[in-house]
């Protein structure tokens, strides 16, 4: 504790220069500490491209790659740290792109209301088998169908951007817990007001807190919300991928992935920033070149834009 500063009538004039530099001495380290952690504060940013990687229409949905299409990028105050890793923004991406790749014919990467609309297909194609109660011998198709009735109620988060911080996945249990040590956790709202990073008037505040999804989730129900989204690694094999909502990294991947992040003690210590991006519909940033804006003028003296019309197009 910093001494008060007051002019005592008996004090020296040696004394007094002694008190106003014990002061400095204080002002000085205050100032020094405030500079250190303001130098160590970090932004973290974890982009998820949904279908950045191909499909391979010739392999089994026991291949962990078509299980794992996105490709996770990790930067650190904008430059690349971690790069072309796998993960998943899907409940099992293999069933998805199945009828995405080989069904629809498609090649290109999904968008958000293409992933409702192949919700709304399997939901249909489900209730066709058991209100027409077909047989395979004596399984019903229904019970055989039944994963894509479990998919089609496990939540997807939207296209967006997410706040996060370092933490624990399900509170540390261990019988339940993935992504050791650590995982990042996203911040949502609450359940009357979920986040949704398509309304820039919702906010994300509450670690683990409820946020809007594109469909409807069984814990919550029915209803298009979800909490306790987390990143963490997913499953080897299997359909599920033990991803109640989460977004999930291909387990060979996890490793380096979670070494580029910070603990939870040191992510709190020095104030770091994280923001995890979903990116789906849209070519990779890394692919694609730069195009120069279309209303862009050049003049001699300063730069002038033309204006234009623009179409924008629990747990």
Same mark, same amino acid.
């Given at each position: 504790?910093?001494?008060?500063?007051?002019?005592?009538?008996?004090?020296?004039?040696?004394?007094?220069?002694?008190?106003?530099?014990?002061?400095?001495?204080?002002?000085?380290? *205050?100032?020094?500490?405030?500079?250190?952690?303001?130098?160590?504060?970090?932004?973290?940013?974890?982009?998820?491209?949904?279908?950045?990687?191909?499909?391979?229409?010739?392999?089994?949905?026991?291949?962990?790659?078509?299980?794992?299409?996105?490709?996770?990028?990790?930067?650190?105050?904008?430059?690349?740290?971690?790069?072309?890793?796998?993960?998943?923004?899907?409940?099992?991406?293999?069933?998805?792109?199945?009828?995405?790749?080989?069904?629809?014919?498609?090649?290109?990467?999904?968008?958000?209301?293409?992933?409702?609309?192949? *919700?709304?297909?399997?939901?249909?194609?489900?209730?066709?088998?058991?209100?027409?109660?077909?047989?395979?011998?004596?399984?019903?198709?229904?019970?055989?169908?039944?994963?894509?009735?479990?998919?089609?109620?496990?939540?997807?988060?939207?296209?967006?951007?997410?706040?996060?911080?370092?933490?624990?996945?399900?509170?540390?249990?261990?019988?339940?817990?993935?992504?050791?040590?650590?995982?990042?956790?996203?911040?949502?709202?609450?359940?009357?007001?979920?986040?949704?990073?398509?309304?820039?008037?919702?906010?994300?505040?509450?670690?683990?807190?409820?946020?809007?999804?594109?469909?409807?989730?069984?814990?919550?129900?029915?209803?298009?919300?979800?909490?306790?989204?987390?990143?963490?690694?997913?499953?080897?094999?299997?359909?599920?991928?033990?991803?109640?909502?989460?977004?999930?990294?291909?387990?060979?991947?996890?490793?380096?992935?979670?070494?580029?992040?910070?603990?939870?003690?040191?992510?709190?210590?020095?104030?770091?920033?994280?923001?995890?991006?979903?990116?789906?519909?849209?070519?990779?940033?890394?692919?694609?070149?730069?195009?120069?804006?279309?209303?862009?003028?050049?003049?001699? *003296?300063?730069?002038?834009?033309?204006?234009?019309?623009?179409?924008?197009?629990?747990?």
């Amino acid at each position: 504790m910093c001494v008060e500063l007051r002019r005592p009538s008996a004090l020296s004039s040696k004394g007094e220069a002694r008190v106003f530099r014990w002061f400095w001495y204080c002002v000085a380290g *205050f100032l020094s500490i405030a500079a250190l952690q303001e130098a160590t504060a970090a932004k973290y940013e974890i982009v998820i491209e949904e279908g950045a990687f191909k499909y391979n229409p010739s392999s089994t949905s026991e291949n962990v790659d078509n299980k794992y299409l996105a490709r996770v990028t990790v930067k650190k105050d904008g430059n690349v740290i971690a790069r072309d890793l796998r993960g998943s923004t899907l409940p099992d991406a293999w069933v998805f792109y199945q009828h995405w790749n080989i069904d629809l014919k498609h090649t290109d990467q999904p968008s958000d209301d293409d992933i409702v609309s192949m *919700f709304n297909h399997f939901e249909k194609e489900t209730t066709a088998l058991r209100n027409g109660n077909a047989k395979l011998g004596n399984t019903s198709l229904a019970d055989i169908n039944d994963i894509l009735d479990v998919l089609n109620r496990v939540p997807v988060i939207r296209s967006g951007s997410y706040p996060f911080i370092m933490g624990v996945h399900q509170a540390g249990n261990p019988d339940r817990r993935h992504g050791k040590p650590y995982v990042p956790r996203l911040l949502g709202g609450t359940q009357e007001k979920p986040y949704d990073p398509t309304d820039t008037t919702s906010k994300a505040t509450v670690t683990g807190g409820f946020i809007r999804t594109l469909n409807k989730n069984n814990a919550q129900d029915q209803k298009k919300i979800a909490e306790g989204i987390n990143v963490h690694d997913g499953r080897r094999t299997s359909d599920y991928k033990d991803s109640e909502g989460c977004l999930t990294i291909r387990p060979q991947d996890w490793i380096a992935f979670y070494r580029t992040l910070p603990s939870p003690d040191e992510w709190s210590k020095n104030n770091h920033i994280g923001v995890v991006s979903v990116h789906r519909g849209v070519e990779s940033s890394d692919s694609v070149p730069p195009v120069a804006p279309s209303n862009l003028f050049i003049s001699l *003296f300063e730069p002038e834009v033309r204006p234009s019309s623009i179409l924008l197009v629990r747990k």
